[in-house]
Structures are given as C-alpha cells and as structure tokens.
C-alpha cells in the first residue's frame, strides 16, 4: 500500500539557522583570568608557526623543554609499572607509597634531612602544578605574594587569577640575583602572605648558599610568612657547586615548603611528576584544593619517578655532563664572539644582556628571521628582564655553537663585563 508523500513546508532560512546553528552565548570569563596579561610563550608560539608557515628553518632554543632521552632503566620502571592491573586505577591524592618513600628518602639522602611521607610529603603532576595549586590554596583577595622580579610565569600568574596582589622583589644582577628583601615596603608586608624564590634560579642560572638561604627563613619567620623554594633545577649544577635545599638552614620546617620536579633532573618534563616537602599545614591545605579539582599523577609515571629517584647517583651524571659541555660550547661560542658572559653554575639556560638600541621583540624577530634561532625574551620572566634574553640549552654542543654564532652576528657587540 502506497501512502501519498506531504509537501514538505518550506522552512524560513532565518528560522532554520536560529534553531539549527544559533549565534554563540557569549562565555563570561572572569575578571581576574583577564586581566592578567597574554602569555608570552604563547606569543613565542604563533611566531615560530608563521615563521615554519613561510619556510623558514630554525633552531628552536625558547622553551626549556628537555631534548635529552628519558633514561632507559626509567622507561624500563615505567613499562613494568604501565602492565601491572593494579596500577591502573586512580591515585591516592597524596600519592602512591613508592613514591613518598622514594622522594623523602631522596631528601634525606641528598640533604640529610628527614621527612614524614604521610604527613610532610605530596606527589605533584609537575612542580608548576603544585605551585599554582598551593599559592590558590592560600592566597585570595587583599593578600600579597612576594615573588622574584625575574620569574617562572606562575609564581605571578596564579595569585593574580585568584585575586591576590603580586609585589615583585628586586633582583640585583652585582650581588649574584639574589633578593633584596630590605626593598619591600611595610605597608607591602603587612598585607603579605607568601614569599617565593627559585634557586639554583630560572631564568638566570644563579646559585645561592645555606646562608643565603637562612636569610630568607628568618625574613619569612619575622614577617609570618609561607616561603616557598622551588628547587627544580636541584640535580643540575656544575664546577663543584652542589644546590642547597632551604630545609639544610636551621628552623626552615616552620616556615617552608619546597619543589623539587623530575622534568629536568630525568628529562621526564612529558611525564608530569614532581614532589613538595614540608609544613604539614601547608601541604594540607594544597590537598584540600586539589581534591576539589583533580586526583594525582598516573601510578606507572609515579613508579617510574620513584625508580629515578631512588637512582639519582647512577642516572645523573650523563645528564650533567651532557649539559655542561652544551653551556661550555655556548659561552666559548660568545667569548670567540666578543661576548663577556660568566658561565652560570647550574639550570640549562644562557641569560644574556641585549645590546644598546635593540628593542627585545626586535631582537627576537632579527634572531630568528636572520639567525635562524628562536630566543626567548627577558620580558617572559617579567619587566626586570626587559634587557635581557634567555637561551636554552636544548640542541647539541655542536648545534649550540654554531647557533650562538649567528646570534652574535645579529645582535652585534655589547656591553663589556655585563652579567
């Protein structure tokens, strides 16, 4: 039996696209989220894609991100651990048992200093996690942070997306670019909270001693601060020098808390593993924030971290090598360039002064549409580094070399003995 087909109705264009594709609701985004300027990687990023757009070939020494492979008994702990069931389920928030005991026995081993894996000890997804979630945990509306005027983008950008006000502290490049805590205003310090500092430090390479260190512990017990000490670049030091922790300074466990990360140490930055130590109270509030939010780092990356770890002695030495000859052939690249520049002891980063006349996007565009080399501005790190530029050591010795070259070539000539 045949039905008769109906007419379809015609349907109003204007009606269709209001049913079918409707104009967007506009997606409130909060005041605080922004007001925070543009990230300056971000803009590092659309340059390098118009640059590949247009052909050009280039050395990409901007980012940090580790080039070296994982150590392969690492990946070895991390593939055991992947096909184990029992590993596959969520975290524990603190997280696993491997791990605390590894990371509080690396501290112990280390620094000679003892932690509580179930109450001094927490499992990170990276140490800019952890940062960003404890800074929320604490910070809000009317507080201040105290942060290094040259700094790693989160210790200023999470405070200000929850509120907080940032007061930059002074870094003095004559007195090594440690910080000039007799700069911050009372009124500044009435209304703080937490105090911040990065050594051995990014983006500038500098290094800092125990009683360097106890300076700032008594700052932070005088003023009733939290002082957080990231300790990322811990495993990478160079010339004898060995990093301190802030808990190696007498009366630190009542103020502080510290980040350590197996990104650089292990080249593991994909991975997202780190570890905070410290103030019980502190690391309990970081819980609470991110129990609301999230759960914890992957069980097989936490087994693998504990496994580079507890073998820090065997897997870093390579690691350390490698990258010493590649800050050796980038400071023999800039004396045989006229360049006077002090190795740094430690991190993987060259931190180097623009010449006079050159405005640092310029100076970013010359590098890489005439150099072939992607730099990263001192801007990224803040205003005080507006004359400054930062080179990662990311490429080989060899690569290096001939880059830092051509980044000469570019810039030309500056200052004697700056740095």
């Known amino acids: 039996m045949f039905h008769r087909r109906l007419p379809l109705r015609a349907v109003p264009t204007r009606h269709w ?14 005041p605080t989220l922004a007001s925070i300027p543009p990230y300056v990687f971000s803009e590092l990023e659309r340059r390098k894609q118009v640059a590949r757009s247009e052909g050009h070939a280039f050395l990409d020494l901007g980012i940090g991100s580790p080039d070296q492979p994982v150590p392969a008994a690492v990946l070895e702990a991390l593939r055991e651990a992947a096909v184990s069931a029992p590993l596959n389920g969520y975290p524990p928030f603190r997280g696993s048992d491997r791990l605390l005991t590894a990371a509080t026995g690396y501290m112990a081993e280390r620094f000679g200093v003892e932690f509580s894996p179930d109450r001094e000890a927490v499992v990170l997804a990276g140490s800019k996690e952890g940062i960003a979630e404890l800074l929320a945990a604490t910070c809000g509306a009317g507080d201040v942070v105290l942060a290094p005027s040259l700094s790693y983008p989160v210790y200023v950008r999470a405070p200000l997306m929850h509120g907080a006000d940032v007061h930059l502290v002074p870094m003095d490049p004559a007195q090594g670019w440690q910080l000039n805590l007799a700069q911050v205003p009372l009124d500044v310090l009435s209304r703080a909270r937490v105090l911040i500092a990065n050594y051995p430090n990014n983006p500038t390479g500098a290094v800092t001693t125990v009683d360097e260190l106890a300076a700032l512990v008594e700052f932070a017990r005088r003023h009733d601060l939290l002082l957080i000490h990231d300790l990322a670049y811990a495993e990478l030091s160079y010339d004898g020098h060995v990093a301190p922790s802030i808990f190696q300074v007498p009366g630190a466990r009542a103020v502080a808390v510290e980040f350590h990360s197996c990104s650089k140490s ?3 930055a994909g991975m997202r593993a780190g570890f905070v130590v410290g103030r019980a109270d502190a690391l309990d509030a970081l819980l609470a924030y991110r129990a609301n939010v999230g759960y914890g780092v992957s069980m097989p990356v936490q087994h693998a971290a504990a496994y580079a770890l507890d073998n820090v002695r065997t897997l ?26 002090t190795r740094p002891q430690a991190a993987m980063y060259a931190w180097l002064p623009l010449p006079e006349g050159i405005e640092p996007w310029d100076a970013v565009h010359r590098v890489l549409m005439e150099g072939q080399v992607m730099i990263t501005p001192g801007l990224a790190f803040g205003t005080a580094g507006a004359r400054w530029f930062r080179l990662s050591l990311v490429a080989s010795a060899e690569q290096l070399h001939e880059a830092v070259g051509r980044v000469v070539q570019v810039l030309g000539a500056v200052p004697a003995g700056v740095r």
Do not use: C, K, S, T
């Open 266 to 268: 292990f080249n593991m």
């Open 316 to 341: 870093m030495p390579p690691i350390v090598a490698e990258y010493r000859r590649r800050r050796d052939a980038v400071y023999d690249a800039l004396q045989q360039g006229g360049w006077e520049a």
């Open 17 to 30: 696209r209001a049913v079918h594709n409707p104009d967007p609701v506009p997606v409130h985004i909060l």
